[in-house]
């Protein structure tokens, strides 16, 4: 079996072992961030470090690439904010966005990719059509893909802006309605907080930021940013757990909305990868709701062990390629009845053997 | 040591097994491919460039292969990988050293953010440099050969770099890359230059590419300050004339022609209006490589 050598995790923690690095240290650590979408978080880590030349340049190129996102991402809300408000509808950011909005520790560095927004089910058609108006339109879906969102999703097909080319996941639930676990949308609405900046724009309260985390990380099949994520799992626990009531009531709430499990898991993960101080009652109280059977459990560990590493060759054994495809499945499995998963993965497949996702080669003497 | 250091088949060995670290401006590129055609356009035009030994600090990792699958033994491929990733569709066999230099130029355009990315051909002469945008049909490759081949140095055909931190415009002299006619002109004009084959691209005609000089290469380590911002225009027949053009005009035009000046906001505003006022700014018409060449060297650097 290879070595592997998770250095990108070692630097995140210990930003102080970069003193000793030798340019090859450099050379790995920069490869490793990259894939993970880290880079930003990693210079936002060794900002008080001597960086040799080389590594520095990409260091930088990535503070510049989140400083733009970050602004992109709020003037982004105010154009959404814009669109909604005549409706009176309570707009709800997660993730990403929200990390900004409200100011927590995850957005420091942050790569962001698309804004997501959760509004009430009620209103989602009168929200769409508000949306379509000010610019945001669905993409190219076919038949197929239009049904499996609007029939078993938990969000609408993603909507682009013609001019600016954001992309906005509405969603009116945190988990795919086919799921087995149904935590109550409105109970996630009603605990939102107002964002300081707008009234009318709120972000999940601090318990249940964390279990979307959780949900989306530990639901989501593709993984290549899951080592990303883990990473906003680690900084919202540190920065919520200063108030030391958060981890009961964090444990109560899971129970409350039906996500045990992925509470489990992420305080196990976070804790065993990146040494979140994950106090030892609620860590027993986690494993006490939501630990699965032994052998399970064992399984798990295996396999997000290695998913949750950093999604570069340095660090796969021969093992990680079959533990990604394997929760790659468990992630459909959990989102969707046996009956509609086959027919999806082979659908899937198929789609993805004869229209990979790859631009042309941009040409500079075409222009 | 340099890489024509190496033989074509020691170079295609090593390209095709760990690959070949080298050095092209302030760049560091490992590239690894087992195709021959790679091996000797590498050999042919970056022979100059420094190698790096394994262990320093790589910028880019460039893999260009055949992609798994059936069709490779119907139509043969070649696919960019970056690091493992595989961002682009594969171009046919053929148009794989083509490939290396487009897909070198979007690795520094997408990842080179301590420049701002004008797209524009770059030459220098006693420490003043100019800046030859490029909007379509401007002619500025050929020009830019044309510059080169009569003295002028070769700072870049492609990628104008201009530094945040100082404002200074940093060399990355590679191979110039010709279209159609001009590959034919340029090989009449300057009969000493080195000339890599042509390929034809099936969508835009015909490419090929003349070697770095080797004065470019040595001196890629020397920046230099805008002086000139001189937009090409080529026309059959008209006369050479050099028309001022407001800066505030050239300004927009450099902006239109980054790849990161949105996203380098504020930085990249304020780099670029601070470069535009030591610079004096042209339209410049011609027929003549000739013409175009005098008019250059008679170029004044703005008075202050």
Not at chain 1, 266 to 272: E, K, M, S, V
């Amino acid at each position: 079996m290879k070595q592997t050598h998770n250095l990108l995790v070692d630097v995140l923690l210990t930003p102080s072992l970069v003193t000793d690095f030798s340019n090859a240290d450099w050379d790995l650590l920069v490869r490793q961030a990259n894939h993970s979408r880290l880079l930003g978080r990693v210079d936002y880590r060794l900002a008080d470090k001597q960086v040799p030349e080389g590594p520095a340049a990409h260091l930088e190129a990535a503070r510049r690439v989140t400083q733009r996102q970050r602004q992109a991402v709020r003037f982004e809300v105010a154009q959404i904010r814009h669109a909604l408000a005549p409706l009176g509808v309570p707009v709800v950011l997660l993730k990403g966005a929200a990390y900004v909005a409200a100011g927590l520790a995850p957005a420091q560095g942050r790569i962001f990719s698309d804004i997501d927004i959760l509004v009430p089910k009620t209103r989602l058609e009168e929200v769409e059509q508000a949306m379509l108006l000010h610019g945001w339109v669905g993409g190219h879906h076919d038949a197929y893909d239009e049904e499996y969102y609007r029939n078993w999703m938990h969000e609408i097909p993603p909507l682009r802006h013609v001019k600016r080319q954001t992309v906005v996941d509405v969603h009116h639930t945190i988990l795919p309605e086919t799921c087995r676990a149904k935590p109550d949308p409105d109970k996630l609405m009603s605990a939102a907080n107002p964002v300081s900046e707008h009234e009318d724009v709120f972000t999940l309260s601090s318990l249940d930021i964390v279990l979307h985390s959780a949900t989306h990380l530990f639901y989501e099949g593709e993984l290549e940013h899951g080592l990303r994520d883990l990473v906003d799992l680690d900084a919202l626990l540190r920065h919520f757990s200063k108030d030391e009531t958060f981890w009961d009531r964090l444990i109560e709430r899971a129970a409350e909305m039906d996500l045990r499990r992925p509470l489990y898991y992420a305080l196990r993960y976070t804790q065993r990868i990146l040494q979140t101080p994950v106090p030892d009652a609620t860590m027993r109280a986690a494993a006490a709701i939501g630990k699965p059977p032994t052998p399970l459990a064992w399984l798990m560990d295996a396999l997000f062990g290695r998913a949750l590493m950093p999604d570069h060759s340095s660090c796969d054994d021969a093992l990680t390629p079959l533990a990604r495809w394997l929760l790659y499945i468990r992630s459909h499995y959990l989102r969707m009845p046996f009956h509609l998963l086959l027919p999806h993965l082979v659908r899937k497949a198929i789609k993805k053997r004869f229209s990979p996702v790859q631009a042309d080669v941009p040409k500079l003497e075409d222009n | 040591m340099n890489l024509d250091a190496l033989s074509v088949e020691k170079l295609q060995q090593k390209l095709s097994t760990e690959g070949v670290i080298f050095r092209t401006g302030p760049f560091t590129v490992c590239l690894q491919s087992p195709i021959e055609s790679v091996a000797r356009g590498i050999h042919l035009l970056y022979g100059q460039y420094p190698l790096v030994e394994a262990g320093e600090f790589v910028d880019f990792y460039v893999r260009l292969a055949r992609p798994r699958g059936l069709r490779r033994w119907l139509k043969p491929q070649v696919e960019f990988g970056f690091d493992g990733n595989h961002p682009f569709k594969p171009l046919p066999l053929v148009q794989a050293f083509p490939m290396f230099e487009w897909t070198f130029n979007w690795c520094i355009a997408n990842h080179m953010h301590r420049y701002l990315v004008v797209h524009g051909a770059v030459v220098e002469r006693n420490g003043m440099a100019a800046i030859l945008p490029a909007p379509p049909g401007s002619g500025k490759s050929t020009l830019c050969a044309a510059l080169v081949s009569r003295g002028w140095r070769l700072f870049s055909d492609e990628l104008a770099l201009i530094s945040l931190h100082d404002g200074q415009l940093v060399p990355l002299p590679r191979p110039v890359s010709l279209k159609n006619e001009s590959i034919d002109i340029m090989k009449d004009y300057a009969a000493d230059a080195v000339f890599g084959p042509s390929y034809l691209d099936t969508k835009k005609g015909t490419i090929g590419h003349m070697k770095s000089p080797l004065e470019s290469v040595e001196r890629a380590g020397e920046h230099a300050k805008a002086t000139w911002i001189v937009m090409p225009k080529y026309a059959s027949g008209v006369e050479a004339c050099l028309t001022p053009v407001s800066k505030a005009k050239m300004c927009m035009l450099l902006a239109e022609n980054s790849f990161n000046y949105s996203l380098l906001g504020e930085a990249g505003f304020k780099i670029l209006t601070e470069m535009m006022d030591g610079c004096e700014s042209y339209r410049f018409d011609y027929s003549h490589l000739d013409d175009a060449i005098a008019t250059f060297d008679a170029l004044e650097p703005t008075a202050e």
